[in-house]
T-cell receptor, first 111, second 114 residues
Framework: DAKTTQPNSMESNEEEPVHLPCNHS???????IHWYRQLPSQGPEYVIH???SNVNNRMASLAIAEDRKSSTLILHRATLRDAAVYYC????????????FGKGTHLIIQP | NAGVTQTPKFQVLKTGQSMTLQCAQD?????MSWYRQDPGMGLRLIHY???????DQGEVPNGYNVSRSTTEDFPLRLLSAAPSQTSVYFC?????????????FGEGSWLTVV
């Protein structure tokens, strides 16, 4: 699977939008972009995924660059419960053979 | 709705002992997998299954066995525990959504090998 690059940590204030970046310059045409997050002492939680078009769901939005070499996870209004490690993951095809996790971005939310 | 259920949640083993981590899902998902997570690291894939009767190795399969006799269950067996297998283990199940797998993880099993 192609490699992703994320900042080690980011800080934001409660009730403000958060933009988490992910670079994936070696992405191929069939690679899906997935975002998962992991709260302390819990299993990872699915956030969102996309292929080419921007995606929205109840948790977040995914903005994908036109050349697909980068993407941004957008949390529209951060709460303290959003403090977690966020993983940006690419899968060749759908990812039936599992995910390759990097170190992710540790998001800190200030009250 | 139980989702993905793992047992036990905590376990201490002596070196050389064997044990089985149980995993069950009630969502009728075809795909299941096991990951381990060491302190400060991301998850690494141990084994996965794309359906009953079919299993395959992931990134770190050595020292572990799996079987998938039913859609619901995917146990992970440690054959002869070693201190290097001290880790948190996550079972997951997934389904196909808009061309890609959406994965649901269990709450984890904390294993210490002494």
């Amino acid at each position: 699977d192609a490699k992703t690059t994320q900042p080690n940590s980011m800080e934001s204030n409660e009730e403000e939008p958060v933009h988490l970046p992910c670079n994936h310059s070696t992405i191929s045409g069939t690679d899906y972009i997935h975002w998962y997050r992991q709260l302390p002492s819990q299993g990872p939680e699915y956030v969102i995924h996309g292929l080419t078009s921007n995606v929205n769901n109840r948790m977040a939005s995914l903005a994908i660059a036109e050349d697909r070499k980068s993407s941004t996870l957008i949390l529209h209004r951060a709460t303290l419960r959003d403090a977690a490690v966020y993983y940006c993951i690419l899968t060749r095809g759908g990812g039936a053979d599992g995910l390759t996790f990097g170190k992710g971005t540790h998001l800190i939310i200030q009250p | 709705n139980a989702g993905v259920t793992q047992t036990p949640k905590f376990q201490v083993l002596k070196t050389g002992q064997s044990m089985t981590l149980q995993c069950a899902q009630d969502m009728n998902h075809e795909y299941m997998s096991w990951y381990r997570q060491d302190p400060g690291m991301g998850l690494r894939l141990i084994h996965y299954s794309v359906g009953a009767g079919i299993t395959d190795q992931g990134e770190v399969p050595n020292g572990y066995n799996v079987s998938r006799s039913t859609t619901e269950d995917f146990p992970l067996r440690l054959l002869s525990a070693a201190p290097s297998q001290t880790s948190v283990y996550f079972c997951a199940s997934s389904y196909r959504d808009r061309g890609a797998n959406t994965i649901y993880f269990g709450e984890g099993s904390w294993l210490t090998v002494v």
